[in-house]
């Protein structure tokens, strides 16, 4: 029921900001949470941030918070994750995923298994 994009990943030098982008296409009726997570080479998977459908609920990974933030705009069906002070410890392969079947429009989870539909992923590459 939910097709999910991501994109706006790349190259960029510590100390910069990158945005990334998650699209969702396909019908729904429910609300949904969306959350991002991050997976670096020899490294386990990670969650990163998470957003409520109603955009009030919000939640970061230790490692990110204070320079990530996630929002979403439900009228372009688009959540974003803006990146600043990017760290050479931030390079990984970021994707987003939808939480479709819980709670209401201000659920939220960093719960991986809560999660049923993923992104392809993107690549972001901060060099020192």
């Known amino acids: 029921q939910v097709q999910l994009v991501e994109s706006g990943g790349g190259l960029v030098q510590a100390g910069g900001s990158l945005r990334l982008s998650c699209a969702a296409s396909?019908?729904?009726?429910?609300?949904?949470?969306t959350g991002w997570f991050r997976q670096a080479p020899a490294k386990e998977r990670e969650f990163v941030a998470t957003?409520?459908?109603?955009?009030?609920?919000?939640y970061y990974a230790d490692s990110v918070k204070g320079r990530f933030t996630v929002s979403r705009d439900n009228a372009k069906n688009t959540v974003y994750l803006q990146m600043n002070s990017l760290k050479p410890e931030d390079t990984a392969f970021y994707y987003c995923?939808?939480?479709?079947?819980?709670?209401?429009?201000?659920?939220?989870?960093?719960?991986?298994?809560?999660?049923?539909?993923w992104g392809q992923g993107t690549q972001v590459t901060v060099s020192s």
């Open positions: 995923a939808a939480s479709v079947g819980y709670g209401g429009s201000d659920y939220y989870t960093r719960d991986p298994t809560r999660y049923g539909y």
């Open positions: 957003i409520s459908w109603s955009g009030g609920n919000t």
């Open positions: 396909g019908r729904t009726f429910k609300s949904y949470a």
